[in-house]
């Protein structure tokens, strides 16, 4: 018996549950895992796993073998790439899961500077707002803004996106510029924003000089996605609160225009977010460490975009 191979077949199973998932993110046959995870038992001479036609749960030897082997396996880990990434070039499939808008218009114009400083990487990327399955789904790391509600997960701050209040010139036209966020309460439609997963709708937030304002707008449309949520918003079916890199241009151009100004909206923090009891490997290390650098670099990241002269304002 490969008892190495054995542990990392057992680990992953406990990980995502079932033998065929396992199988799959081991790119080994389901029997082989099987046999591994059997042969591993009869080594220790304890049950690691109960079994069922439906599940696959953890016994309490299992449980902790599987505490023991993560650590085993990260320090073995950890002891191979210490002698290694001083001579090799960091290589591999990096597995990523990020928002349409960031990869759109901050990462992806970027990353061919990356690429080109590693050449042996190869980029597999996720496009979504939703909630990430880091190990289910075999993800080296997600980039998600706002707050993580998963506290398993390890999450480094890299930076924040600034949002702005806008809407489109003809929206104002038909409904008013609000004055103060209450107006958005009355006679003014919102595009709601939800969480992915949920139904529930993000509320607006203001802060002014004296108060801090909260705001549940009416909305004939909702979306859990970005680039859908500013498509909603250009399309004039209401006012939207969204990331200055996305509505700098439509600003620049007349297609929006920003509302409230004197009301300032809190920044959303961008975190990158990885597995639980998960080694990073220098592919890892490596692109983690660039992408917090574009993100510095970026100012549409960090300012209010360029406010276009308010005698062009309709009222």
């Given amino acids: 018996m490969d008892q190495l191979t054995a542990m990392r077949a057992f680990v992953r199973v406990v990980e995502v549950g079932t033998f065929t998932r ?60 210490s002698m290694t990434s001083s001579q090799a070039r960091p290589s591999g499939r990096l597995r990523i899961d990020v928002s349409a808008s960031l990869a759109t218009d901050i990462i992806m114009p970027a990353l061919p500077q990356f690429l080109a400083r590693y050449p042996e990487i190869q980029v597999d990327m996720g496009l979504s707002d939703r909630p990430a399955d880091l190990v289910g789904e075999n993800l080296d ?8 509600d998963d506290q398993s997960l ?12 806008c ?69 004039g079916m209401g006012v939207m609160q969204v990331a200055t890199f996305m509505a700098q ?19 959303k923090p961008l975190h990158i977010i990885y597995p639980p009891n998960r080694h990073l490997s220098n592919k890892v290390r490596v692109f983690v460490d660039w992408l917090a650098e574009i993100f510095a670099a970026n100012d549409l990241l960090q300012r209010k975009p360029d406010l276009p002269s308010m005698e062009n304002v309709a009222a």
Wanted: one cysteine or more; proline letters at 5%; charged letters at 20%.
């Fill in 22 to 81: 396992a199988a799959q993110l081991l790119d080994l046959p389901k029997p082989t895992v099987t046999k591994l995870i059997q042969q591993l038992e009869g080594h220790l001479r304890a049950q690691l796993l109960n079994r069922t036609t439906r599940r696959v749960t953890v016994t309490m030897d299992g449980a902790a073998y599987y505490e023991r082997a993560l650590r085993v396996l990260g320090e073995i880990d950890e002891l191979d790439q």
């Fill in 141 to 148: 790391l997600a980039v998600r803004a706002g707050a993580i």
């Fill in 154 to 165: 390890i999450a480094r701050r890299i930076g924040q996106m600034m949002l702005i209040t």
């Fill in 167 to 235: 809407a489109t010139p003809d929206y104002l036209a038909r409904h008013g510029t609000p004055r103060h966020p209450r107006d958005l309460e009355n006679g003014h439609l919102a595009v709601g924003y939800r969480r992915a997963g949920t139904s529930r709708i993000l509320p607006f937030t203001f802060a002014g000089t004296n108060e801090t304002v909260e705001i549940h707008g009416n909305y004939v449309i909702s979306l859990n996605e970005g680039t859908g949520y500013l498509a909603a918003g250009l399309a």
């Fill in 249 to 267: 241009a439509h600003i620049a151009s007349g297609r929006l225009v920003p509302v409230l100004t004197d009301w300032c909206t809190a920044p």
